[in-house]
């Protein structure tokens, strides 16, 4: 079982990038998946969810109306789509899933790191003129 995020790279404000978590070893239809982020000497932060059941996307405050999650089950694929991407928005980002059979306790699960079961390889996203 693996995730692997990919797509990151250098970027100037206000610019575009599509960030991708490719899995290898399960079907993530039926998986939850979450994106977080790290930015250097901070902690690891929740930015975007989407369920593997109802389609639900989530989306933290910082970014929301600028990330776009998705997925392409077709090509075992999720994708965070990042526009108007600003300085703070750098970091290096992680993709996580979770078994949607995985009973949890309350709603807001999915913001919090502990709750996922497995993690990909980080991709860097720096944005600076």
């Known amino acids: 079982v693996q995730l692997q995020a990919s797509g990151g790279g250098l970027v100037q404000p206000g610019g575009s990038l599509r960030l991708s978590c490719a899995a290898s070893?399960?079907?993530?239809?039926?998986?939850?998946i979450g994106w977080f982020r790290q930015a250097p000497g901070k902690e690891r932060e929740w930015v975007s969810f989407?369920?593997?059941?109802?389609?639900?996307?989530k989306y933290a405050d910082s970014v929301k109306g600028r990330f776009t999650i998705s997925r392409d089950n077709a090509k075992n694929t999720v994708y965070l789509q990042m526009n108007s991407l600003k300085p703070e928005d750098t970091a290096v980002y992680y993709c996580?899933?979770?078994?949607?059979?995985?009973?949890?306790?309350?709603?807001?699960?999915?913001?919090?790191?502990?709750?996922?079961?497995?993690w990909g390889k980080g991709t860097l996203v720096t944005v600076s003129s």
């Open positions: 996580a899933a979770v078994s949607v059979m995985t009973v949890k306790t309350f709603s807001t699960w999915y913001r919090y790191k502990t709750e996922y079961d497995y």
């Open positions: 070893g399960f079907t993530l239809d039926y998986y939850a």
């Open positions: 989407t369920s593997g059941s109802d389609g639900s996307k």
